[in-house]
């Protein structure tokens, strides 16, 4: 479980969150929507450390993130396994040394126990016959399952995933999101995934949060949502046209 | 003021760059790949430019003494010291600081901005002694090589033109780089060369380590980790020279 209250940031004096808080529950895919620029990626990465918040606190299960310093928060860092909007992955390192990276890092795990766990983890997000191809010679997809693969790798306690759909086809959105609803019941973590593909909530949704300009505007579960009368939630969420067909057809 | 403020970040930057490495294998098997990077892949430019420079210097030496009560083996002697002091050290440095500065700010500034630093970061690496550390120490144990072979490659230059171009004998060119020798600077090029090897890793990877933006801001970290570490480079080069010859 992470539990976030009052966060607040701001880049140059503009206020990026506003005490801002949520508890986003183990086990859950936990989703916060909103729109571009809303604040959804600073929050995921004021959770994680790589933003100092201005003012409010982070708790990981019982411990408090901010206070930690920079030594403890690494402890509390192996036990996360965070896909990034582009993959990130190392581009100077093949499929199978991404996966490895961790392991090499920081287990003491023998040459052929690292590589049951690359290939369990590869065979995991099903990619197979890639592992010595680097980043670039792999499509989007499969960037970002690699780059799954090694957020996995060290049976991670909490899972971020920041727009892991952006730039996928809606097929490939659908694997992907598959795979994380898969991997948050399998390994029972704490799973919080930043989007705003509508695709994406009603699938794996089971804890929506709506952000709007830093602030948290609502809460509730996919199945909530099409009954909001929340107006920034319901302008977001019936923004396209099929979105509002599909509501005039149902109501 | 911001130089200041630079000054004061690129110092937290290094100590967080000399942390306690996290697993020693691993930076171990880094070394070995930025040497291979920085230093194997830097010999052949080193090779190229130290040998025409040889070269220069002996006829340009040559063309230049006109007094014939100058002993011919001055040619050689000139040519020297003019790469043991100068240009094995300082100006392959300087050479270097454009190819593998370049390099190193770009290759991290890159990482910055496609979030694998981040990455690294929330794998609880230490991304700064992770990806700096290794480098810095690859190119301190590496340059000294290139510097003494620079200093072998660009005397045997200038013995090839000074035959070739019959300005003077083999056995002329071979007593005047004897003569007078000090082989104290062969040292004092070698502490120069290390100095230099730390500031243009140094002064790069801060450069590239600190870049936000797009590609844009990458190919402006570069140029600067260019310039601000040939300019380190030069004023370090006037320091070293009083504090090691006068």
Redesign the interface.
Known sequence: MITVKNLSKSFNNIQVLRNFSVTFERGKTNLIIGESGSGKTVLL?CI???FEPDEGEVFFDEIKYNNLNSRAK?????Q???L???G????SLTVEENVL??L???TEMNLEEKKEQINFCLRRVNIQNANHLYPSELSGGMQKRVAIARAIALNPRYL?CDEPNSGLDPKSTIVIDNLIKEITEEYNITTIVNTHDMNSVMEIGQKVVFIFEGSKEWEGSNKDILDTDNKNLNEFVFATNLTKKLKEKTT | MQFFYNIGKYFIFLGKVFAKPENFKVYYRQIIKEIENLGINSIAIVAIISVFIGAVITIQTAINITNPLFPKYVISLTVRDSILLEFSSSVVALILAGKIGSNIASEIGTMRITEQIDALEIFGVNSASYLVLPKIIATMLFNPFLTVMSILVGISGGYIAGIASGKLTSQEYLYGIQYSFVPFYVIYGIIKTVVFAFIITSVSAYNGYYVSGGSLEVGKASTKAVVYSSVTILFFNVLLTFLLLT
């Open positions: 990465k994680v450390g790589l690494r402890e509390i860092r192996k996360i396994g965070m990034f909007q582009g990130a992955l190392f581009d990276f961790p090499e890092m920081f971020f």
